[in-house]
């Protein structure tokens, strides 16, 4: 396909920076997203970027279809001045390649979620859903290669999209492509798992790339220790060569936008909602965490760990409240429904087994409220953050940057963001809800002045590398 | 403690050659164990050896307690020569050690078998469990110590004694000691699961010995890799250096003993059987498995191929049985009994999906007859053995070399057996149903003439290392 298109920088993700509701009287409402992807560009002359993204709702399509190709007017709607093309994937197309391929497999295998006894189980039918998925990449591929300028830069972002690079330089040798993972990446046995012919693909997808950037050097090692077994690629630290081509390995660890997440985080509705905490709490400490229903987030052992300090450290029972906000996430799975009720259940059994008439051992919340949680990361004196495992984790940067008081951090080693914290965090083991209580013993019981020291040293680490650097890094990597 | 004992030879395993069943009147009725440790011991000069277990039942405690010391006479029972000292540990004390720590922890980390989204959780009672499980090894250590002569050398066995090594070192830094591992090891990021402490202990306890044996190059490289990572140890793929102490690592690939399988399985039982079962075959093929009924063995997704293949290639109804033999085991936990009843809804569906009046498409016998698994192998025209993971698996080795009229082997890649028989077997992923349901097609489908080829060289390696020259390579390696 020859250059037809006039864009220098692209950015391909599946979630785009706008959405659209259709209204009762069938015009259509855009809101935009949020994310450090939307921030950061707006930074790099968004003039000349062009966002590829899938439409995600009835909405989403019914707007794709109103322009043609799907590319929606670059003044039209607040997109910060990027233009932004949707794509109209068949939903059946897009719900094979989002939920059972990204979702409920890639996101499985590196994040190490299988019940291997029975689970996963690759049939035929598996066979059709990941036909799915490299249709959906080629979607995206086509798209891009539309609208890119002779030379342009690519942003191809996540694990929905592996397929993506291999794809799109065979249509577009010209173009140069950085592939970025949010997720972590699976060790060589775990990622086996996949049918090979499905391991070797998504290798070779990601291996299109000129740069595949992680957010972890731990997450960077185990994917050249898949290419190097998997495919027999050649590969050090810094580099993968297979077939001639070399993909250089970035690590680029994703940090906050002070600036923009202080404005959010002192609005009014912010400020309510603190107010109405700080009332509740009384002179309490509070331990807070926030996060996603998710299965990775191990909000089920953090509950564990909560009831075996009140067990172990009955001089905490009274003094300390967990505000634990768990909002739903993915509830199509069934898997995720479970896991929902049995985080549930473990609340109530420690509501059971320590409340009394004057005191609330925990309030867990499972509302989607922004505020609220920006609220918590104000109040928290203890933030709770152990995933099973997690490319980066970004609440526990943004907590040191908008803690009132100084806030320590219990926090998992399997997070990306452990790798830059160290033990200015206190580590634990996500597995050992022993040792995750005995660590929120010592958050609870350190003294003041370490406290707020550990915290303005884990909030300058977490502002080191800003949405706009963390793009213009990867940006840089491609010239 | 000084060397005191005269023993020049010393195995140690949790389960003995012996066992004993207490009668009505309060004798003791003994009964030999089989398995390759006892063959192979008989070529050693057994006169000399001193075999130190663990008392299993209430039968074994009382005749632990019936002699001095619980070392039963030499002579009283038919040990093959040998003495047997069967340690009576404490009944809670030994189910915390065998069954908490070593079958549901050390054996689903090296396994792959938690589902980590809430397994395992290691809590103040996973403590209290692990202290039982050193207690355990002190046990051994201790008996071990006793029975020892000066420089006498001691071969460890399996994943229930991983600490053993070191105890025994430090009681008795003359004796020179091996440990072998029978299950696969864990990859570095799933060995961590562990809390901090026993991810270590293990490692030091096992680097307790001068040799650490295992059935694959892929277990003792896994293995070395945990030393690196967690220990800090110096490695490569011969042997880990910690502390100024040097473990050899050795892959003795445990092979059968024909001749002693040969005879048992031409036993007029096993006739018996093979007249049943070849009368309710006919003229069908038959696809045959034989495993416990154990989470990693992944019969449930052995089923799913077959009903995969009767559904992707309709041509093998009704000309296909699958005879499946899945005996209980570990029956206490809760997860195997949930496995059984997984297992049997399986092969309940696919006799609904497929059974007609003439044809029953599957036998599942879920009854432990060692008669007729070896009547299986014999008739088997295609052996299914696609366990998650396997430290060997020595069904896959048993079969070749009793198979009547050869027998393809589709064999999961992630089973030892495979680095030893590559493509002599069908290799299969085992997490990818449609690919073994191809590779049964194949099985079947496959000349006369190369299913028999094929056997005779996948016999010819199975007779390799028979257990004698297997114990042998290994009591060398400590010279």
Excluded at 155 to 167: A, E, I, K
Excluded at 440 to 450: C, F, Q, T, Y
């Amino acid at each position: 396909m020859a250059p037809s298109g006039s864009a220098p920088l692209l950015v391909a993700s599946n979630r785009g920076p706008l959405s659209f509701v259709e209204r009762d009287d069938g015009t259509l409402e855009p809101s935009r997203g949020g994310g450090g992807l939307v921030s950061g560009l707006s930074g790099l002359g968004s003039d000349d970027v062009v966002w590829v993204c899938a439409a995600l709702s009835d909405g989403d399509r019914a707007a794709a279809r109103q322009v043609e190709d799907g590319r929606l007017d670059r003044n039209g709607h607040d997109t910060g001045g990027m233009a932004v093309r949707m794509l109209d994937i068949d939903p059946a197309t897009f719900h094979r390649a989002y939920n059972a391929v990204a979702n409920s497999t890639l996101w499985f295998v590196h994040h190490l979620l299988y019940a291997m006894p029975t689970s996963p189980a690759f049939d035929s039918g598996f066979r059709r859903e990941w036909s799915s998925y490299a249709a959906y990449n080629q979607a995206f591929a086509e798209a891009l290669s539309a609208e890119a300028a002779e030379g342009a830069k690519v942003l191809v972002q996540d694990y929905h999209l592996t397929l993506l690079p291999r794809l799109l330089r065979d249509l577009r040798p010209d173009l140069r492509i950085a592939h970025f993972s949010h997720t972590p990446w699976a060790p060589v046995d775990y990622f086996r798992v996949l049918p090979d012919s499905v391991a070797r693909e998504t290798l070779l997808g990601m291996l299109g790339a000129d740069h595949a950037g992680f957010h972890s050097a731990r997450w960077a090692r185990a994917f050249a220790a898949c290419c190097v077994e998997v495919l027999g690629a050649e590969a050090d630290n810094k580099q993968v060569t297979y077939d001639g081509h070399t993909t250089r390995l970035g690590v680029h660890p994703l940090g906050v936008d002070a600036e923009a997440l202080r404005e959010r985080a002192y609005a009014d509705d912010v400020e309510t909602r603190l107010t109405a905490l700080r009332h509740k709490l009384g002179d309490r400490k509070a331990i807070v965490r926030v996060d996603r229903t998710e299965l990775s987030k191990n909000i089920g052992r953090g509950l564990l760990a909560y009831r075996e300090l009140l067990r172990q450290y009955p001089e905490w029972r009274g003094k300390v409240t967990h505000l634990a906000s768990a909002y739903p996430s993915r509830h199509d799975l069934p898997e995720y429904r479970e896991y929902t009720a049995h985080v549930q259940r473990l609340a109530t059994d420690i509501e059971d087994e320590f409340g009394t008439d004057d005191w609330r051992p925990i309030v867990l919340d499972v509302t989607d409220d922004y505020a609220r949680s920006l609220a918590l990361y104000r109040v928290g004196d203890v933030l709770l953050v152990n995933p099973v495992r997690d490319g980066m984790n970004l609440v526990a940067k943004e907590v040191p940057v908008l803690s009132e008081n100084g806030c320590a951090i219990v926090l998992s080693t399997e997070a990306g963001a452990a790798d830059e914290f160290g033990d200015d965090a206190l580590l634990v083991n996500p597995f050992d809800v022993a040792g995750t209580a005995d660590a929120l013993h010592r958050a609870l019981s350190m003294p003041d002045d370490e406290r707020r020291a550990r915290t303005d040293r884990l909030a300058a680490t977490s502002m080191r590398l800003p949405p706009s650097a963390w793009l213009a890094e990867q940006v840089a990597a491609l010239d």
